[in-house]
């Protein structure tokens, strides 16, 4: 019997941290006793170009090592890539998550998408909690929301074990606050 895998395509641009989120993903997976993957694939290599990363999810051993073509998740971290191919191989029972201001009717439109599709302002929160815009700890925690993959205290976790010696107590809290805001403020709609 094939092993069943949860599948996640991030779309985003260099610097804005989906390598980093998909990162922290698969480890706080690894910390729940499961398997995970999380991979990167640039495009040309240079600050702001679009870029997509990856995450494979599995109760058995990941055995395969490619890119992921059927996503049961895609995450768009900047809303200027939407268009109908962000959501290539997405099915209509898959889950879209957006950062944006814009409201689901715009991504809806923009996209083509008719399933789920859940929109949060984590660049905004980002910039109000840590005082920069890379939303990668507000999107952990709207993943952990949306998706069930973790909890909020095992995103919590793995966000305290990466940053306590990097940084300030105060950076580590913002971090904390900003992730507990992507759980909380996201919003879904289909």
Known sequence: MPVKYYEIRWHSRAG????????LLAEAILDMGKYAQAFP????????APMRAFNRISDEKITIHSSVEKPNVVVVIDDTLLSPSIVDGLQDDGILIVNTTHPVDYVRKKTGFKGKICTIKAT???LEEIKRGIPNTVILGTIAKVTGL???EAAEQ???GMFE???SAEMLQANVKALKRGYEEVSCSG
């Open 16 to 23: 804005q941290g989906a390598k980093s989120a998909s990162q």
């Open 41 to 48: 694939e640039y495009g040309a290599e240079r600050s702001g």
């Open 124 to 126: 905004d929160i980002a």
């Open 150 to 152: 973790i909890t909020l």
């Open 158 to 160: 793995k966000i305290r």
């Open 165 to 167: 010696k990097k940084l």
